[in-house]
């Protein structure tokens, strides 16, 4: 017995399709909602795995035993011999400067004397004359090479995992005639190119230079220098690219 009359029976089916179709489609969405969180759970996840597979990288790099021999703490730092072989530090500052307050720095600086020698922290320098000397001596901190005379370059951009730079091993090699004075100190680089890429934005890697070289040594950021990895013209320097 149909109390809707005929038209009810003929539409019925529809209207069961309709609602069929509609619990279908809210239920489907439920599932992409779900799926969307889940896919967004992973992604963080792995977003939060890469951060720290990279500070692994970089922790592994600046503590393991990948530095070349020739570059080792041990053998570049060695307090026996002068810091970067003797040259002298003074006369980038006095003899290389020019009148405008500038400073001519294609000049490439000479080796001082045995005679003519200070200790700082340990660590020899040796001086053209007594007058550089006892400049020195007055301010050891206003002409010491910066970050141990290393190539600057390479202390302030040349991080893991490319390169291998790190506490222990401390490069590459400081050049004495590539240099620049910026901020009244003095800064070494292996190759010129090396320079040119940091006189593109000295301020910043400098500060760049200073927070790894501090974040190495602290309180003893004064207290290591490179005394048998340094090269003592440009000629030698072009020769081992």
């Known amino acids: 017995y149909n109390m809707f009359g005929k038209g009810f029976s003929i539409i019925a089916p529809v209207i069961c399709a309709i609602?069929?179709?509609?619990?279908?489609?809210?239920?489907?969405?439920?599932?992409?909602?779900?799926?969307?969180?889940?896919?967004?759970?992973?992604?963080?996840?792995n977003t939060k795995t890469k951060e720290t597979n990279k500070k692994a990288i970089?922790?592994?790099?600046?503590?393991?035993?990948s530095c070349p021999d020739f570059v080792s703490q041990a053998t570049c730092a060695s307090a026996e011999e002068p810091v970067l072989g003797g040259v002298d530090f003074v006369q980038y500052f006095t003899d290389f400067k020019l009148p405008d307050g500038t400073y001519n720095e294609s000049n490439i600086g000479l080796l001082g004397s045995n005679e003519y020698q200070s200790v700082y922290n340990g660590y020899k320098f040796n001086f053209l004359t007594q007058t550089n000397k006892e400049i020195f001596d007055q301010s050891p901190i206003s002409y010491i090479p910066q970050w141990g005379g290393f190539c600057s370059w390479g202390i302030a951009a040349e991080t893991c995992p490319n390169f291998p730079w790190a506490k222990d091993c401390l490069g590459p090699s400081?050049?004495?005639?590539?240099?620049?004075?910026?901020?009244?100190?003095?800064?070494?680089?292996?190759?010129?190119?090396?320079?040119?890429?940091?006189?593109?934005?000295?301020?910043?890697?400098?500060?760049?230079?200073?927070?790894?070289?501090?974040?190495?040594?602290?309180?003893?950021?004064?207290?290591?220098?490179?005394?048998?990895?340094?090269?003592?013209?440009?000629?030698?320097?072009?020769s081992i690219k």
């Open 58 to 65: 970089a922790f592994a790099c600046e503590t393991t035993s």
């Open 19 to 45: 609602v069929l179709l509609v619990f279908g489609i809210v239920n489907i969405s439920n599932k992409n909602q779900d799926t969307t969180i889940v896919v967004d759970t992973l992604s963080d996840e």
């Open 174 to 238: 400081g050049n004495w005639g590539h240099w620049t004075i910026q901020q009244g100190r003095l800064f070494f680089f292996l190759f010129n190119t090396a320079k040119g890429k940091f006189m593109e934005d000295p301020d910043t890697y400098i500060a760049q230079g200073d927070e790894r070289w501090s974040g190495w040594y602290g309180d003893e950021k004064y207290s290591y220098f490179s005394t048998r990895c340094y090269v003592s013209s440009v000629t030698s320097a072009e």
